[in-house]
């Protein structure tokens, strides 16, 4: 028998009536109900020509369906092209070029837009809550029974966009053999186990919603309350039915800011996980405070999954993202990468079966991130304690990082530079109470010219993903730069570090 994700989730699921999803206001759907419903979407897209190898493009709202749709490429070999709900027309246009999906799933809504670029025949869709569409109607009818490609680990599950330096996403080769084996590892290393239910309220088009949350879930026959987004009311109503809750570290700045965040109310769980953004260690000693609860810090991206961890036992570092998670070795590096001495910044670098095997269709660029000894340069700044925790101490890449989404400054600087009256721009994130980090541009305009913020907001607005769209524009005489012609933004980020002010 083949072995890959999907047959591994199959051998976990032991009984096939225990619950997996359990939506708010809804029935809930047991592990047999989830393999049925993939075997009929695995139908419904054989019969719209996808086979194996083949990329299947997901633009849909957060729903149950939703995501068997990511079993359902399992289960066909296909490739899962998950896209988030914000992204433009554009945007997806350019994702549909570069991934050349042979079938685009969409809501309704997106139908038009997308036929824009992409062939209509070749367009399904589902409904915002997962129960309509073109995608729901024909696999009624399609049988519950499917026969599984037989798909090897070194074989591709999944590709996902992340953000390029140069304004170009790049699109993240991940095989079954690196989702499984951080899926299995994580699993281990946070006592996963059957009788445990996730309060899930991540997004399912990244990786910490999609593989952190769901396979380790899967993995271990767990279930999870699916809420289509996050929002106070329902995470308290969903916290005293949950083991386990994952989030960002907006999730827990907004929990903190209720007063209903107390003992009482997160007594029944035993994990709370923090990804995907530094949390403040301030909020790490409030929210242990409050509730009695340590956060367990983890790190990871979407090239690598998973690489450390907080340890579930021993000391929960605030501050630091804990240690390298087994089988995953990590070193920091100078910039010919050799190992910085010991306590030294440098760049993380990662190696392990976690790690991608290189970015869709662009090896030139692959090969520049990749040592010749098979170690990935992250892009992150840190540093190892005497006890081997990993902190991390900036970006080298420039990322911004809003409520957990990553803004590479050059997409959005690369933007503006082209509207009319524009000189240039530099786009930064200041700290922002609510957000971790707001993004904000800066821009200088032609001489003569009189630019103003709700102008420039207004000609961007429908251009960019919402989370991407600076929270606000600031007009300067110019930019400052350092005597090499180097635009200073540390000099922007000090002087307008208070600009948001804090939310909470
Ligand atoms: P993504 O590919 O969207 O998952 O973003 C990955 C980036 O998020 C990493 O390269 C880090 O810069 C950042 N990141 C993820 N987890 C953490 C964390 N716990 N602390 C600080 N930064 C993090």
Redesign the pocket.
Known sequence: MADNLYARIVQAASDLDRNFILPPGRAPLSYGDAFAAAARFAHVLTRHGVGPGERVAVQVEKSPEGLFLYLACLRLGAIYLPLNSDYTAGELAYFASDAEPSVFVCSDRSREKIAGFFPDERILTLSDDGQSGTLMEEARAAPAEFSDAPMAMGDLAAI?Y?SGTTGRSKG?MLSHGNLFSNASSLKQAWRYSQSDVLLHALPIF???GLFVATNTTLLSSASMIFLPKFNLDAMFAGLPGATVMMGVPTFYTRLLSDARLNRDSTRSIRLFI??????LAETHREWQQRTGHAIL???????TNMNTSNPYEAMRLPDS?GLPLPGVELRIAGEDGRPVAPGEIGMIEVRGPNVFSGYWRMPEKTASEFRPDGFFI???LGTVNADGYVH?VG?G?D?I?TG???VYPKEVENLIDALPGVEESAVVGLPHGDFGEGVTAFVVAKTGIKLTEDGIMAALSGQLAKFKLPKRVIILAQLPRNTMGKVQKNLMRDEYRGLYAPTS
């Open positions: 996902l992340t993240a990244h990786t910490h923090s990804g995907s953004a530094p949390l810090e983890r790190y990871g991206m979407t090239e993202v992250t892009g992150d991390i970006r890449k990322l990082i957990g989404f990553n």
